[in-house]
């Protein structure tokens, strides 16, 4: 499930294309969760080496590369230029 949705986010985020019947998640806020829209939010005032647009950590401000972390150790990597998706599951102690 995690793979799938790394890989429509990532589908998204290249092609700015939706379709609406097999798509829950439109363009539009795909772009919106990998933008950095406030000041306090843009690379290097976030955290010194990363942004944050909506629960995503963009990871370099010249690529579109971005991680989606959840808790104890979950997470996904998502490169869209190069349609890298990388899942991790994890079970870390709370």
């Not at 772009?31 to 370099?60: C, K, N, P, V």
Request: net charge positive; charged share 15%.
């Amino acid at each position: 499930m995690a793979f799938r949705k790394g890989v429509r986010i990532a589908k998204h985020h290249c092609l700015n294309t939706c379709n609406a019947v097999r798509d829950v998640v439109p363009p539009a806020w795909v772009r919106a969760m990998t933008t950095a829209d406030a000041s306090h939010l843009r690379f290097g005032a976030a955290l010194e080496f990363a942004g944050y647009g909506y629960q995503t950590w963009l990871i370099d401000p010249r690529r579109p590369y971005f991680a989606l972390l959840g808790i104890r150790g979950q997470g996904n990597f998502v490169d869209p230029v190069t349609k890298v998706v990388a899942v991790f599951v994890a079970a870390h102690a709370a």
